[in-house]
Antibody, heavy 120, light 107 residues
Framework: EVQLLESGGGLAQPGGSLRLACVAS????????MTWVRQAPGTGLEWVST???????YHAESVKGRFTISRDISKGTLYLQMDSLRAEDTAVYYC??????????????WGQGTTVTVSS | DIQMTQSPSSLSASVGDRVTITCQAS??????LNWYQQKPGKAPKLLIY???NLETGVPSRFSGSGSGTDFTFTISSLQPEDYGRYIC?????????FGGGTKVDIK
């Protein structure tokens, strides 16, 4: 069974940085697109960033220029570098695996989520 | 951005009831519509992909239909473990967008 384990969440000050990590196992990591989705308290799901199987990256307008998605295939790990954090970035962040190598495939496996709180 | 509008926003039904949820996209997304279930404090779980395909391991009481802009999700016979929020999602055109969800309670 596919496993995704996120880490790196915590408390950050406005303007600060955090790096989230998602360790993937039990599938060929480089063959699938991977995505970060967030959920602010009491709200719905919001797509953040995707990296395709070929390594192309896509970001939501709300995080473009501040967040960077990347991966280390040798480590089977997905990252989200979050800079210039704002209060509105406060959310639970999930990593998710797609069923194929591009963003338009469904997300069939999700991590447990890691909580990011941006506050002074 | 493509807006995904779900209705109803919540419902309460009895075990054995048939439950139907609709999702409307603000523009044509062909068949590229997925349905997820999310329970409180948990990650979403994929139930239906590409509008009508049942994810492996998901009970057959769950089904989906539709294409273009109008989609339907059905639970044919509601079970106690089916409580939670049901969420539609499109990723045909970036940014991927999610519906606001339908909260399902068991009477």
């Amino acid at each position: 069974e596919v496993q995704l384990l996120e880490s790196g969440g915590g408390l950050a000050q406005p303007g600060g940085s955090l790096r989230l990590a998602c360790v993937a196992s039990r599938f060929t990591f480089s063959s699938y697109a991977m995505t970060w989705v967030r959920q602010a308290p009491g709200t719905g799901l919001e797509w953040v960033s995707t990296i395709s199987g070929s390594g192309a990256t896509y970001h939501a307008e709300s995080v473009k220029g501040r967040f960077t998605i990347s991966r280390d295939i040798s480590k089977g790990t997905l990252y989200l570098q979050m800079d210039s954090l704002r209060a509105e970035d406060t959310a639970v962040y999930y990593c998710a695996k797609h069923t194929g190598d591009y963003y338009y495939y469904a997300m069939d496996a999700w991590g447990q989520g890691t909580t990011v709180t941006v506050s002074s | 951005d493509i807006q995904m509008t779900q209705s109803p926003s919540s419902l309460s039904a009895s075990v054995g009831d048939r439950v139907t949820i609709t999702c409307q996209a603000s523009q044509d997304i062909s068949k590229y519509l997925n349905w997820y279930q999310q329970k409180p404090g948990k990650a979403p779980k994929l139930l239906i992909y590409d509008a009508s395909n049942l994810e492996t391991g998901v009970p057959s009481r769950f089904s989906g239909s539709g294409s273009g802009t109008d989609f339907t999700f059905t639970i044919s016979s509601l079970q106690p473990e089916d409580y939670g929020r049901y969420i539609c999602q499109q990723c045909d055109i970036l940014p991927c967008t999610f519906g606001g969800g339908t909260k399902v309670d068991i009477k």
